[in-house]
Antibody, heavy 118, light 107 residues
Framework: EVQLVESGGGLIKPGGSLRLSCAAS????????MTWVRQAPGTGPEWVGL??????????DYAAPVKGRFTISRDDSKNTLYLQMNSLKTEDTAVYYC?????????WGKGTTVTVSS | EIVMTQSPATLSVSPGERATLSCRAS??????LAWYQQKPGQAPRLLIY???TRVTGLPARFSGSGSGTEFTLSISSPQSEDSAFYYC?????????FGGGTKVEIK
């Protein structure tokens, strides 16, 4: 069974940094393309970015609102996905989900909440 | 980016009454369209991909159709447990984009 467990969320002031982690199990993580999706309160999901598997070149792509501020990375030896978030803004407040897949998104973690507020 | 528009915003149906949810894309997404269900406090759950392919174990009362820019999710005989938000999502072109959702209420 695919399991994705996010951690690292919390309350942070504008301009601050936070690193989210996602521990993956139940599938061959090193072969997987992985995605981060966020959802602000009362809104639909929003794609944040994806990272391809190393065997597919490991390319990374980001949504425009986070490009240059967020960095997605992976450690295949630890079956872990990361999202480094810098220069956080109030509009980054959301639940952040780690997701298996890059087109249709077939397995989601429970999410971790990030609140950016002074 | 491709804008996904869902209608109606809220749909209230009686058990056994067919529910039809619409999703429109601002440009063609071919058949690269998925549907998700989200209940309060939970993550979205994939229901359908490639417009009409149900995930394993999804009841047959859920069906998807369409192509290009117009898509439909139908629930043929909704049950109380189908009360939830439903989102469409295109994956034809990055950035992946989601619709604003339809809230389905079972009376």
């Amino acid at each position: 069974e695919v399991q994705l467990v996010e951690s690292g969320g919390g309350l942070i002031k504008p301009g601050g940094s936070l690193r989210l982690s996602c521990a993956a199990s139940g599938f061959t993580f090193s072969n997987a393309w992985m995605t981060w999706v966020r959802q602000a309160p009362g809104t639909g999901p929003e794609w944040v970015g994806l990272i391809k598997s190393e065997t597919s070149g490991g390319a990374i792509d980001y949504a425009a609102p986070v490009k240059g501020r967020f960095t997605i990375s992976r450690d295949d030896s630890k079956n872990t996905l990361y999202l480094q978030m810098n220069s956080l803004k109030t509009e980054d407040t959301a639940v952040y989900y780690c997701v298996h897949g890059s087109g249709w998104l077939d397995a989601w973690g429970k999410g971790t909440t990030v609140t950016v507020s002074s | 980016e491709i804008v996904m528009t869902q209608s109606p915003a809220t749909l209230s149906v009686s058990p056994g009454e067919r529910a039809t949810l619409s999703c429109r894309a601002s440009q063609s997404v071919s058949s690269n369209l998925a549907w998700y269900q989200q209940k309060p406090g939970q993550a979205p759950r994939l229901l359908i991909y490639d417009t009409s392919t149900r995930v394993t174990g999804l009841p047959a009362r859920f069906s998807g159709s369409g192509s290009g820019t117009e898509f439909t999710l139908s629930i043929s005989s909704p049950q109380s447990e189908d009360s939830a938000f439903y989102y469409c999502q295109q994956y034809n072109i990055r950035p992946l984009t989601f619709g604003g959702g339809t809230k389905v209420e079972i009376k």
